[in-house]
């Protein structure tokens, strides 16, 4: 896909879907099959706006795989932590966009964050 800002949607789409699989806890793994399917809302609300099929196959990229890949050999911490950097880079641009534009923040803009260190604690 050649819109990075679509495919990181599909990529942590794709990587909570997998921590979700893997994760033995059923609470912890529903949470995040929650948030692969808000990725995956976001990835079609992004491919709508910008004038795409939002039908489209949403393909996870080789990094993304790779990732994936590496949290079965060296534990899913790895993918979480790459995960966590994502939604922090996220939401700091989101907020940073907000400011200076002057939009009221809700305090939504930094759930992800809050969720994944939540489960870091555990």
Known sequence: ???KAIQTEVDAYYLYGQLAKHEQDKTIASVFKQ??????GHAIAMAKQKGLDPEMNFSPSWRAKILNFMGKVFGDDIVLSSLMDTEKSLSHAILTEKKKRNIN???????????LQTIFER
């Open 1 to 3: 896909m050649k819109d």
């Open 35 to 40: 948030m692969s399917e808000i990725e995956k």
């Open 105 to 115: 923040i809700r305090g939504s803009e930094t759930n992800h964050v809050a969720i």
